[in-house]
């Protein structure tokens, strides 16, 4: 079962602050909480995968056979991305718009292999694309200091971590149109890195480190840069796979959604954020530091994010394997503080929930109804949301201390300054909505994750004063964190 926690800091050593018994304003676990989390034997997938072929090898010759084992090699067939694709939803292509503006695109995309309980979570960022190598004296006079480069990280089997980062960005490309785009950190010898997607073997032939991925395949081979002393990682990472995609964003057969509505168009609410795949089927295999993980149809995830830099608090909830579903189900939920263009130390305070359910999306959303969350510094997350037509509640909590990552900031480029974890308990709840607001039919199943989550929150500094919030539209705040309220959060840089 899949699901994702974040959280968001800058201070690396210490993400668990500890708690102020004699603080006026503390985070606690509501006593009278009626969300219970119940264990079942019993495994029932939302995305189905196969368990015959969701196995773990190491990369040698040895002869396994008389262990009893029964291998089958997984082949991925590759496609090239096709005009016009069904399930394809705005906002898929490439953003940068040419300009010397602070500019960052990130990308995320996600498999997992319920049976070996283990996820591997891949995140493409470029950062300051108009500066294609590091800043000469005459451009930093010009533009001031700027982070620049591409990157790509890993959070893999057993919550290890790689990570490869180059300061030029030339060899970086995107599709204008299409969730399709590429990097070469180290081109074979005489050879010219891809501008565009190419077939798996030309790939092979004229990258020896770097990536591409489209919709439909994802592959490459990145070497670990040494950075990423705070975590324990891996040496190399490859990989080879194909995706069906089963939901964009919206309902199965219909046009898919924009995840902030109509204002994505517009550089005024940063960063932007889009959900590309809220749930596919992916082919493959993962080699992690010598050990090959095949699957075939593992369920898997894709989003992307663009702007100025990463939101000045967030945090962050995926799942889309579950225990007790009896369809496909799909969850993204997320929330926090966005910086408003223009307007100095001007936040956007929004959250929304989005749940795909035997072909039907649930949207709640600041321009539909009331979005509620309360969320700690770590461990506990809870949203509750009205859309005038339907309920739904989410309880998510995590004793996993979660692995600290990378995230284009605005101070300092892509620093260490993301906190994650793929362990966690899930529990989701959608009822009908009776005229009087209270809960109706009930939609969803006792749907629980049990074991591979992916949370995630994000804090600059100090955890703001929004505990507990609610978002009824577009809601701003100029106010500064309260040190004094808070001062229990602070985190030292």
């Known amino acids: 079962m899949e699901a994702q926690f974040h959280n968001f800091s800058p201070n690396v050593s210490s993400l668990l602050p500890p708690t102020n018994p004699s603080s006026s304003n503390k985070l606690y676990h509501p006593r009278n909480s009626t969300f219970s989390i119940p264990l079942s034997k019993s495994l029932k997938l939302g995305f189905r995968s196969s368990p015959l072929l969701a196995a773990s090898t190491y990369v040698t010759n040895t002869d396994?056979?008389?262990?009893?084992?029964n291998k089958r090699s997984v082949s991925p067939v590759y496609v090239p991305t096709p005009p016009n694709r069904g399930l394809r939803t705005p906002h898929s292509g490439y953003h940068y718009d040419g300009t010397t503006r602070n500019f960052f695109e990130g990308w995320y995309f996600k498999v997992s292999?319920?049976?070996?309980?283990?996820?591997?979570?891949?995140?493409?960022?470029?950062?300051?694309?108009?500066f294609a190598k590091k800043l000469t004296a005459l451009e930093l006079a010009q533009h001031g200091s700027r982070s620049i480069g591409v990157g790509a990280q890993i959070l893999g089997a057993y919550d290890k971590y790689i990570c490869q980062f180059s300061e030029e960005?030339?060899?970086?490309?995107g599709s204008r149109h299409e969730l399709v785009l590429g990097n070469t950190f180290v081109a074979e010898r005489n050879m010219r890195p891809p501008a565009k997607e190419v077939p798996p073997q030309e790939f092979d032939k004229r990258v020896l480190e770097g990536f591409q991925v489209s919709p439909l395949w994802h592959q490459g081979f990145i070497r670990d840069d040494g950075s990423s002393d705070y975590v324990e990682t891996v040496k190399t990472a490859r990989w080879q796979y194909s995706t069906r995609p089963v939901y964009g964003w919206g309902n199965v057969g219909s046009t898919q959604k924009s995840t902030a509505g109509w204002l994505a168009a517009f550089p005024v609410f940063e960063p932007h954020w889009q959900i590309c795949m809220a749930g596919g089927l992916s082919t493959g295999w993962i080699e992690w530091d010598g050990e090959r993980f095949e699957f075939e149809d593992a369920p898997s995830y894709s989003e992307k994010n663009w702007g100025g830099a990463f939101p000045r608090k967030w945090f962050w909830v995926q799942c889309n394997v579950f225990e007790g579903a009896s369809?496909?189900?799909?969850?993204?939920a997320a929330g926090g503080l966005r910086q408003i263009a223009g307007r100095s130390e001007t936040f956007e305070n929004a959250a929304l929930v989005g749940v795909h359910y035997d072909g039907i999306f649930y949207e709640f959303v600041p321009w539909n109804g009331v979005v509620n969350w309360e969320i700690f510094p770590w461990g506990y997350w809870y949203m509750a949301a009205d859309n005038g037509t339907h309920l739904v509640?989410?309880?998510?909590?995590?004793?996993?201390?979660?692995?600290t990552l990378r995230a284009p900031t605005a101070e300092a480029g892509l620093a260490p300054a993301l906190k994650d974890t793929c362990f966690g308990v899930l529990k989701l709840q959608i009822w009908e909505r009776r005229y009087d607001g209270t809960k109706g039919k009930y939609i969803s199943c006792n749907v629980v994750s049990l074991h591979k989550n992916k949370f995630h929150?994000?804090?600059?500094?100090?955890?703001?004063?929004?505990?507990?919030?609610?978002?009824?539209?577009?809601?701003?705040?100029?106010r500064r964190p309260s040190v004094d309220l808070m001062s229990d959060f602070f985190f030292k840089i």
């Open 64 to 69: 396994n056979s008389s262990k009893g084992e």
């Open 393 to 403: 509640e989410l309880e998510a909590t995590t004793k996993d201390l979660g692995t």
């Open 327 to 332: 369809g496909e189900v799909a969850l993204t």
């Open 457 to 478: 929150n994000q804090m600059l500094h100090l955890f703001f004063q929004y505990v507990f919030s609610k978002t009824l539209s577009h809601e701003t705040s100029e």
């Open 169 to 173: 960005s030339q060899n970086f490309w």
């Open 113 to 130: 292999i319920p049976e070996r309980k283990q996820s591997f979570c891949f995140m493409y960022t470029v950062e300051n694309p108009a």
